[in-house]
């Protein structure tokens, strides 16, 4: 009897401050679906305090089904971002979710407690499907957190819809405190950006920058916990591949803290595998996304060579060039695009390089460019857009 009063008295006591949690808790963002395949697919959600959650899918708005996300035997916890696997998925077959997230008053190992549900919106998305006929996606770069651009973008893409979004690095600024990373990745524009369209995360030298840039990896990545990635969509074969820096790794700046030569020479053996897959050397066409250009052939802008410092050519990635360009090659891809410049360029196939190289704009409105592409079996459309939807330039690719 004593026992039951004591545990009463604390059920007592403990109730205003599960009361007062709930009453203060809140969703920070919308869902974000990532690195979504035939078979599955990752969702993650912001909240403002420890929290514990689920997601419920289904392939109609009745759902039906549950992913609870737990790991080893434990379900979720985490004061900024919870993420859910969804398994067991259909290729190419469309699905309805919802996540309900619970904060947890934790005040020691025997004296846990739950608030009370909070359940976001009802979204939808389709997973991936190899044997698809078409293949669509959207290609955002150098956003730098500016949050006007980024909403025009996400209006855009809610316009006009793909099949998966790439975001091809320099997300950020830098990443200096873990705390900017909701706000950087999660909820960039303040409107659902990725609950329905299916992100693909790339690096770029801004996203690698910063005290608590390494924290990102604990909270994104590109499937199998890397940036480098390939991944198949109908008549599409998507490499996803990561540059790093923008200058040497053994400059006084970096402080011995990066190897990325190396990280670049790990890149180059996998992607000898990869264009070896049946996969991918029998996709109608190929594309890699990575943030630093491979090259740069036209008149360099005058201000270039004072930004990078004498002897650096930080606008390309000679050493991901290097490494990598004799691979494209063989593997019959038929663009590059990439991000970096703040400038959008072509440089079209020719002798000795078969795959175009196209870069996309920079984060100032009048500057930012939407890229989307359109794959069927028999051609490749990549148009570039401003944020009116306008486009700007088109190129066409066939069949080779």
Not at 106 to 127: K, M
Not at 175 to 204: C, M, N, W, Y
Not at 294 to 321: F, M, Y
Request: charged share 20%; with cysteine.
């Amino acid at each position: 009897m004593a026992t039951k009063l004591a545990s009463d008295a604390v059920a007592a006591t403990e109730e205003p401050k599960r009361k007062a949690v709930s009453d203060a808790f809140r969703l920070l963002s919308a869902p974000v679906l990532l690195n979504v395949a035939p078979d599955r697919v990752s969702v993650l959600i912001a909240v403002s305090a420890h929290a514990t959650g689920w997601v419920e899918f289904g392939e109609t708005e009745a759902l039906g089904k549950r992913s609870d996300g737990e790991v080893g035997g434990m379900r979720p916890l985490h004061n900024r971002i919870l993420r859910f696997d969804i398994t067991g998925l259909k290729p190419g077959k469309g699905y309805f979710y919802r996540i309900r997230v619970c904060p947890v008053i934790f005040s020691n190992a025997y004296r846990i407690s739950r608030g009370t549900p909070v359940a976001s919106e009802l979204f939808s998305f389709r997973t991936l499907n190899p044997s698809a006929a078409t293949a669509s996606f959207t290609c955002w770069n150098d956003t730098h957190e500016n949050r006007p651009t980024l909403s025009a973008l996400t209006d855009l893409l809610q316009r006009n819809p793909t099949d998966f979004l790439v975001w091809n690095g320099d997300i950020t600024n830098d990443i200096h405190r873990e705390e900017q990373l909701v706000g950087q990745f999660i909820d960039p524009a303040g409107k659902p950006f990725a609950a329905s369209t299916p992100l693909f995360l790339g690096r770029g030298n801004h996203d690698v920058r910063g005290r608590d840039a390494r924290h990102l990896a604990e909270m994104m990545t590109g499937p199998d916990g890397r940036y480098y990635y390939a991944f198949r969509q109908g008549p599409l074969a998507c490499l996803v591949m990561d540059t790093g820096e923008d200058k040497p790794d053994e400059l006084p700046v970096y402080a011995g803290l990066n190897n990325y030569a190396a990280y670049r020479t790990e890149q180059a053996r996998w992607l000898a595998d990869v264009i070896k897959q049946p996969w991918f050397r029998k996709a109608a066409f190929r594309v890699a996304f990575l943030h630093i250009p491979l090259l740069w052939e036209a008149e360099l802008p005058a201000n270039w060579a004072t930004v990078w410092g004498a002897g650096i050519k930080g606008w390309i990635c000679e050493d991901g060039h290097q490494k990598w360009h004799d691979l494209l090659c063989k593997g019959n891809v038929d663009a590059v695009i990439s991000g970096h410049t703040h400038r959008h360029a072509w440089f079209a196939p020719r002798r000795g390089r078969p795959y175009a190289q196209l870069i996309g704009g920079g984060p100032a409105a009048d500057n930012a460019i939407a890229i989307t592409g359109h794959a069927t079996s028999k051609q490749l459309q990549i148009d570039l857009q401003n944020l009116e939807g306008k486009v700007v330039e088109s190129h066409l690719f066939r069949r080779k």
